[in-house]
T-cell receptor
Framework: NAGVTQTPKFQVLKTGQSMTLQCAQD?????MSWYRQDPGMGLRLIHY???????DQGEVPNGYNVSRSTTEDFPLRLLSAAPSQTSVYFC???????????FGPGTRLTVL | ELKVEQNPLFLSMQEGKNYTIYCNYS?????LYWYRQDPGKSLESLFV?????AVKQEGRLMASLDTKARLSTLHITAAVHDLSATYFC???????????????FGQGTRLTINP
């Protein structure tokens, strides 16, 4: 099993550009989520999904969209990148009601 | 709104010493998680604490949970250099809706252990 994979590892964008961060898992986990990590603030939940076709907002959803068309994939879209979205983004997955979440390796995004 | 605060945020200690990281949270929850993060890496799950009085130990690390005090501790015994990392606590938002394990993280404690 590859576990939770994220692409790309690094990305530099200009303000106003759009892009999609990819997240995939091969563990048949129902629950997937996106977090951003900023210095001194821990991780904050952006969006989450409890299954294909079901998504909901977390703590800091503004500026981000998600969709979940398959169990395996949970892409995060930045519609119009802003410097405030410079961060490290982590995707995580788990079985529903499970207490063990598996985190991906992260994507480091810089918005100029 | 659930707030999670860790103390201290930075900790530099010598090998062989003992120390404790504290994690306070503001509202009721009975799910507390500890993670480790090495520089530039992802998060690694250390402990899951699911009830008042829960205590778990792995090697030189021991975690405990007091839900009445809304406090968890991560105790390091006879520290070694390999334990240098950033440690996060995270509290599960209650109730769990449809199996969504929403977590609120503390700021992290950057631990440096010097030889």
């Amino acid at each position: 099993n590859a576990g939770v994979t994220q692409t790309p590892k690094f990305q530099v964008l200009k303000t106003g550009q759009s892009m999609t961060l990819q997240c995939a898992q091969d563990m048949n986990h129902e629950y997937m989520s996106w977090y951003r990590q900023d210095p001194g603030m821990g991780l904050r939940l952006i969006h989450y999904s409890v299954g294909a076709g079901i998504t909901d907002q977390g703590e800091v959803p503004n500026g981000y969209n998600v969709s979940r068309s398959t169990t395996e994939d949970f892409p995060l879209r930045l519609l119009s990148a802003a410097p405030s979205q410079t961060s490290v983004y982590f995707c995580a997955s788990s079985y529903r009601f499970s207490h063990e979440q598996f985190f991906g390796p992260g994507t480091r995004l810089t918005v100029l | 709104e659930l707030k999670v605060e860790q103390n201290p945020l930075f900790l530099s200690m010598q090998e062989g010493k003992n120390y404790t990281i504290y994690c306070n949270y503001s509202t009721t929850s009975d799910r507390l998680y500890w993670y480790r993060q090495d520089p530039g890496k992802s998060l690694e799950s250390l402990f899951v604490l699911l009830s008042n009085g829960a205590v778990k130990q792995e090697g030189r690390l021991m975690a405990s949970l007091d839900t009445k005090a809304r406090l968890s501790t991560l105790h390091i015994t006879a520290a070694v250099h390999d334990l240098s990392a950033t440690y996060f606590c995270a509290v599960g938002l209650a109730p769990i809706r449809q199996g969504a394990q929403k977590l609120v993280f503390g700021q992290g404690t950057r631990l440096t252990i010097n030889p």
